[in-house]
C-alpha cells in the first residue's frame, strides 16, 4: 500500500442487500475493493453486538435494529489510493472525513432509501475499530496479512461469529490488543505484571484513564459492580473470571481535565500491548493519588517512589516525607497550569494534604476545589436531594474548616481557640 492510500470499509446490513451489485459496482468504481466477507450474527447476541459496536445502548428490538435489519451483512474492506479530507455533520459533530467514502456512504443510503441501512468508516482511526471488532484483527495485522491467535476471521467469504469479547476475553492481552483500536486509554498504575497477570490484593483491580466511560464498558463488556452511576467500579469476563478495573474518564475530577487529556495524548505502549503514562505522568499521578486521593501512604507506593523520585523525598527509615512530597507535587502541578480537582464521592479526599500541596501553587487563580468538596454530596444525582445530604454537606464544610484552622494557627492555639468558643457559646 502507497504511503498516500487508506483502507476503509462499509458495511451493507441485511436492509441494504436488496441494491447489493449495485453498491458493489459502485464501491469498485471508486475503490480497490480488498475483501469482501459475509457475517452472520446470533439471534441472542445481535443486539448486544449492534451497542458495542456503534457505542450507544441499542437494546433488544430498537429502531436502528428493525432499520438495519438482523439477517446476514456484508462487509466490504477497500483502499482510497488518492483519500481527501473535508469538514462534514456526522452523527457526532462536525468532523474532518475521508470524503470520498463519506460521500460515496451518503450516496448509498439514498439508493437504500434513506437512513443508516449502510455504514462506512471515516478515518483510518475508525477503520481500525471497526475492523478488530467484527474480524478481531487490528488494522496494521491485516495490511500485513497476519492473524493473531484470537482473529475471528479465518480468511474466508463468510463467518458465523459474533463481536470480538462476545463471550468475554480470552486473556488480558486479547482485551488490550482490542483496547488499542478501538478507545483512548492508559493503565495508572500497578501495570508491571500487565498483559499476562495482574495485582490481587488491596490492588486488584486495573485502573484506566480513558476518554468516554460509556463507550469503554460497551467495547470491553464491562458490567457495573455497583448501581449508583457515579461509580465507575466495573467486571469484565477474562478468560472465564471477572476481572474488576476502575474506568476513570476524562472529565470526571479524577485529575485536572488537562492532566487526563495530556494522559491520554502521550500514553507509551510497554509489552507491546499495554498503554501506560508517560515517566512524569506516572511519577507525579502515583504522588497525587497517594497524597490527595488516600488517608495514609502504602509502603509499595514508598517503594516505588525510592525508585523514580529525587533524593529527599523518601526518608532513612523509609517513610513518605509527606512535606517534601507536597511541596514537589504543588510546584509541579503550578509549572504544568494543573489544579487540584475534588473526584467522585468512592475516592477519599485527604483535605489536609491538598492544603499542604496547595500553599505551592499560584494564589492568583484560587483553588476551586473546597466548594467542589462541600458540594460534592449532591453532585451525579438527581435534582431531588436525599435525606441527611445538607447536614453532611454542612459537616464536611465543618471539618475542612477545623483542619484548615489547625494547619494554620497550629495544634496548640486550635485548642484554645476551640475551648473559648464553647465556653462563649455555654455562657450565652
Same mark, same amino acid.
Given at each position: ?13 441485511? #436492509? #441494504? ?77 462536525? #468532523? ?130 455497583? #448501581? ?201
Amino acid at each position: 500500500m502507497s504511503d498516500a492510500a487508506e483502507s476503509h470499509l462499509f458495511v451493507l446490513w441485511s #436492509a #441494504a442487500r436488496s441494491i447489493e451489485k449495485r453498491i458493489l459496482d459502485d464501491i469498485a468504481e471508486n475503490f480497490e475493493i480488498v475483501r469482501t466477507v459475509e457475517i452472520r450474527w446470533s439471534e441472542e447476541a445481535f443486539s448486544e453486538n449492534l451497542t458495542r459496536f456503534y457505542g450507544l445502548l441499542l437494546p433488544p428490538g430498537s429502531s436502528k435494529e428493525t432499520h438495519v435489519g438482523t439477517d446476514p451483512f456484508l462487509v466490504v474492506v477497500v483502499r482510497d489510493h488518492a483519500p481527501r479530507y473535508a469538514m462534514e455533520a456526522t452523527s457526532r459533530g462536525p #468532523a474532518e472525513v475521508n470524503a470520498t467514502v463519506f460521500g460515496a456512504k451518503a450516496r448509498y443510503r439514498e439508493w437504500t432509501g434513506g437512513g443508516h441501512k449502510v455504514h462506512a468508516t471515516n478515518s483510518p482511526q475508525e477503520f481500525d475499530h471497526d475492523l478488530v471488532l467484527l474480524l478481531g484483527r487490528n488494522a496494521e495485522d491485516f495490511e500485513n496479512g497476519d492473524f493473531p491467535e484470537f482473529a475471528l476471521d479465518d480468511g474466508g467469504s463468510s463467518l458465523s461469529v459474533d463481536l470480538a469479547g462476545a463471550e468475554g476475553w480470552d486473556s488480558l492481552r486479547h482485551l488490550f490488543y482490542v483496547l488499542n483500536s478501538t478507545t483512548p486509554y492508559v493503565v495508572l498504575r500497578n501495570f508491571n505484571v500487565l498483559p499476562d497477570a495482574y495485582y490481587a490484593g488491596s490492588h486488584g483491580d486495573i485502573d484506566l484513564m480513558v476518554r468516554n466511560f460509556e463507550e469503554t464498558a460497551y467495547v470491553a463488556g464491562a458490567t457495573k459492580v455497583y #448501581a449508583k452511576d457515579y461509580r465507575v467500579h466495573v467486571k469484565v469476563k477474562v478468560g472465564g473470571d471477572d476481572v474488576l478495573f476502575d474506568f476513570r474518564f476524562v472529565g470526571d475530577g479524577y485529575y485536572d481535565r488537562a492532566w487526563e487529556e495530556r494522559m491520554l495524548a502521550e500514553a507509551v505502549t510497554t509489552g507491546d500491548v499495554v498503554r501506560v503514562p508517560s515517566r512524569d505522568d506516572y511519577f507525579f499521578g502515583l504522588l497525587y493519588h497517594a497524597l490527595i486521593h488516600k488517608k495514609a501512604v502504602a509502603q509499595d507506593y514508598v517503594r516505588s517512589f525510592s525508585e523514580l523520585a529525587p533524593q529527599g523525598i523518601v526518608t532513612s527509615d523509609g517513610y513518605l516525607d509527606v512535606k517534601t512530597a507536597s511541596t514537589m507535587l504543588g510546584s509541579w502541578l503550578e509549572s504544568n497550569h494543573f489544579r487540584i480537582c475534588v473526584p467522585e464521592r468512592s475516592v477519599q479526599f485527604n483535605v489536609r494534604n491538598a492544603l499542604r500541596t496547595q500553599r505551592h501553587m499560584s494564589r492568583i487563580r484560587p483553588a476551586l476545589w473546597p466548594l467542589s468538596l462541600v458540594a460534592r454530596p449532591w453532585s451525579r444525582l438527581s435534582l431531588r436531594p436525599r435525606r441527611g445530604m445538607l447536614r453532611r454537606s454542612v459537616d464536611g464544610l465543618r471539618r475542612m474548616v477545623g483542619q484548615s484552622a489547625r494547619m494554620i494557627l497550629g495544634e496548640a492555639r486550635w485548642d484554645r481557640l476551640k475551648s473559648r468558643l464553647r465556653g462563649s457559646r455555654t455562657s450565652s
